[in-house]
């Protein structure tokens, strides 16, 4: 359960749809919303909706609360149905995904009329396209003698939202905060994933309204940390120098490749003799590791790519020939964490991004040097997971110790596998399409809410989301 205020009255209301309350809010009490217009303005009437789409609906008492959709206008209303004279309806508006909806109070508030059975609310905007907030609504109602407020599961239009990957990314977007260009507040090397997510999606599906997104968050965060999206661990730069490479290849801009060389440079000031080379995952330069080490070797190889460096080419090439040796890829093709430094041999278990980036970085590596084992090890790489069955469970992704919550950075590393095997699915001619579309038919089935927010599971059920997770489902959903 949540508490929240509208006004000066406390309620308490559950996360999903369905009986939600116990204290009544009079007429009175409710406080008036600034009208946002797009199309039209809030208030229109709903008799002059361009279409009637209800996509869920809850009960309270006898009575049916139902969300109605008109996709052409981008609006919604919201009806109660069967009920009484006094019955009670409204909406609810978010911009955050349906975390908190307390501004505004309740949206369109009717009365079912003396000699009625049934009201409609007013239409209302699903999106405030002024200041790039990305919205929910839900439709509640309230019997006029009983205290009970029941609310319907949030729903949205199908604007930004016409397909799988477009409605991902625009629930990806309801976790995005304007003020620092980061994701769900101040997440950061996550947010350089979700970031990779949405640029993917703009290339892929042509949709660029999210296309802010990538100039407010460099402009906003240029000068954090050690600037230049520098900080002290080695694998939060590789993120963000990949992020700023995907943005110079969408945008031109060359003060993003700017930035991703600069990543390089950095990340290149931690690569020394001991266990023979590699760089290190902090600078406090105690643990040497797979992750790392792989977005080194990728971000070298793609700089070199796009500039013809011979500096870069060679780096990458000098990483990938000690990573070889260090023995982080076990004999089941599985990529180990780390290595020991008092043996400078590989401990500990797989993760999925481990897998991902490795696949990412090799196949970048390909392109660059045409040499054809790179690309061989890559599939062997790939078909641990996607033939031999590892890290998946009935042929559904899963990573180790896998959580019930999207909390902390373990949600993105799924999303990184996708993305390393998305781009090798394009260098081997569709080769993974299989796999991939299992899988995301698989989330899209069992593993989403109303307006299309992914969880933890692939495999399913839905229960939570942030976005870790959200970009993760969005790197999978791009690659099909």
């Given at each position: 359960m949540r508490r929240m205020i509208i006004g000066s009255v406390a309620l308490v209301v559950a996360a999903a749809g369905g009986l939600i309350a116990q204290t009544s809010v009079s007429s009175a009490e409710v406080v008036a919303a600034a009208a946002i217009c797009n199309?039209?303005?809030?208030?229109?009437d709903a008799g002059q909706a361009g279409g009637d789409r209800a996509p869920v609906s809850a009960a309270v008492h006898g009575r049916t609360v139902r969300v109605h959709v008109s996709d052409p206008d981008t609006m919604i209303w919201g009806t109660v149905e069967n009920g009484s004279p006094g019955d009670e309806v409204w909406l609810d508006r978010s911009f955050d995904g349906g975390r908190g909806w307390a501004s505004g109070g309740r949206l369109g508030l009717t009365t079912v009329a003396g000699g009625q059975r049934a009201a409609r609310?007013?239409?209302?905007?699903?999106?405030?396209?002024?200041?790039?907030?990305?919205?929910?609504?839900?439709?509640?109602?309230?019997?006029?003698?009983?205290?009970?407020?029941?609310?319907?599961?949030?729903?949205?239009?199908?604007?930004?939202?016409?397909?799988?990957?477009?409605?991902?990314?625009?629930?990806?977007?309801?976790?995005?905060?304007r003020a620092t260009g980061l994701f769900d507040g101040n997440a950061w090397w996550t947010s350089a994933n979700a970031m990779s997510a949405l640029i993917e999606n703009i290339r892929v599906s042509g949709m660029g309204s999210y296309t802010y997104a990538i100039a407010n968050t460099y402009d906003r965060q240029i000068?954090?940390?050690?600037?230049?999206?520098?900080?002290?661990?080695?694998?939060?730069?590789?993120?963000?120098?990949?992020?700023?490479?995907?943005?110079?290849?969408?945008?031109?801009?060359?003060?993003?490749?700017?930035?991703?060389?600069?990543?390089?440079?950095?990340?290149?000031?931690?690569?020394?003799?001991?266990?023979?080379?590699?760089?290190?995952?902090?600078?406090?330069?105690?643990?040497?590791?797979?992750?790392?080490?792989?977005?080194?070797?990728?971000?070298?190889?793609?700089?070199?790519?796009?500039?013809?460096?011979?500096?870069?080419?060679?780096?990458?090439?000098?990483?990938?020939?000690?990573?070889?040796?260090?023995?982080?890829?076990?004999?089941?093709?599985?990529?180990?964490?780390?290595?020991?430094?008092?043996?400078?041999?590989?401990?500990?278990?797989?993760?999925?991004?481990?897998?991902?980036?490795?696949?990412?970085?090799?196949?970048?590596?390909?392109?660059?040097?045409?040499?054809?084992?790179?690309l061989a090890t890559a599939r062997r790489l790939a078909d641990a997971v996607t033939v031999s069955g590892r890290l998946t469970q009935n042929g559904i992704l899963r990573e180790p110790g896998e959580q019930d919550n999207c909390a902390g950075d373990q949600p993105s590393w799924k999303g990184a596998f996708a993305r390393g095997l998305g781009v090798l699915n394009r260098a081997t001619g569709g080769a993974y399409t299989p796999w991939l579309r299992r899988n995301a038919d698989t989330i899209y089935a069992g593993n989403r809410n109303t307006f299309d927010a992914y969880g933890s599971h692939w495999s399913g059920p839905y229960i939570d989301t942030n976005h870790g997770c959200q970009h993760s489902a969005l790197d999978l959903l791009n690659t099909v």
């Open positions: 199309i039209h303005c809030d208030g229109r609310s007013p239409m209302f905007n699903v999106d405030d396209w002024a200041t790039r907030g990305v919205g929910v609504l839900r439709a509640c109602a309230k019997a006029a003698d009983r205290p009970e407020i029941a609310c319907t599961p949030w729903a949205r239009s199908t604007w930004n939202a016409g397909d799988r990957g477009r409605a991902a990314a625009t629930a990806l977007m309801m976790r995005y905060d000068n954090a940390a050690q600037g230049q999206f520098r900080n002290e661990y080695i694998d939060d730069t590789g993120w963000w120098g990949l992020a700023w490479l995907a943005a110079y290849d969408l945008t031109g801009d060359v003060r993003y490749l700017n930035t991703a060389r600069a990543d390089a440079e950095h990340m290149h000031g931690f690569w020394d003799g001991v266990c023979g080379g590699g760089v290190w995952w902090r600078n406090d330069r105690q643990y040497k590791n797979a992750i790392s080490n792989s977005l080194y070797i990728q971000l070298n190889a793609e700089i070199a790519q796009r500039t013809g460096s011979a500096v870069h080419r060679q780096r990458a090439e000098a990483g990938w020939a000690w990573f070889r040796g260090t023995g982080m890829i076990n004999g089941d093709n599985l990529v180990i964490d780390g290595i020991s430094l008092q043996t400078c041999r590989g401990v500990s278990g797989p993760l999925t991004y481990n897998q991902g980036v490795l696949i990412n970085a090799l196949t970048g590596l390909y392109r660059l040097t045409g040499n054809a084992e790179q």
